[in-house]
């Protein structure tokens, strides 16, 4: 399994494509919600905009965080572990022993991406980042280990009777 690990420089296109896409996205659904607020509230749009832009810089930071930490935990649930990053890479998450990861594993991934500095840090040392090794989770190549799946699947049905 290790030997289909995804390489740093597909998971740095992962991580940049994930965070333009994430961005983008909250950027509209926030967007989406000022104007909501503002027909229920009865402010203006302008108002709502105003406050937005004006926001504590640590608490913008911190709902940024919490907003992009939940469309990567939503994104990579809900299509079994392929951000937009995932797919255009050819790459995918599994656990270490190489089954499918849990709604509790993408949970726990997706909530050590949040320690600031220290998971994108922890990829200097090693191709995993500490949301990989915190989790038991792996990043590879799709194709590449499902051509070796396959392959063992063949040759473990080798000899075998076919029944028709």
Not at 86 to 97: A, L, N, P, Q
Not at 121 to 143: E, N, P
């Amino acid at each position: 399994m290790d030997r289909h690990r995804a390489s740093q420089g597909l998971r740095l296109a992962n991580y940049l494509i994930d965070l333009v896409f994430s961005y983008i996205f909250i950027l509209i659904a926030f967007g989406a919600l000022g104007v909501v607020y503002a027909l229920v509230t009865g402010n203006s749009v302008e108002e709502i905009g105003y406050e937005m832009e004006n926001m504590h810089p640590l608490l913008d930071r911190l709902v940024t965080l919490t907003a992009y930490l939940l469309v990567m935990f939503l994104t990579e649930t809900i299509s079994k572990g392929r951000s937009l990053g995932k797919w255009i890479t050819g790459t995918k998450v599994i656990m270490i022993d190489g089954t499918p990861p849990t709604i509790t594993n993408y949970l726990l991934r997706n909530i050590i991406r949040g320690i600031p500095f220290v998971d994108q840090l922890s990829f200097l040392a090693d191709k995993s980042g500490l949301h990989d090794t915190w989790s038991q989770t792996r990043v590879i190549v799709k194709k590449n280990y499902e051509a070796e799946l396959q392959l063992k699947s063949d040759i473990n049905s080798l000899g075998t009777k076919e029944i028709i």
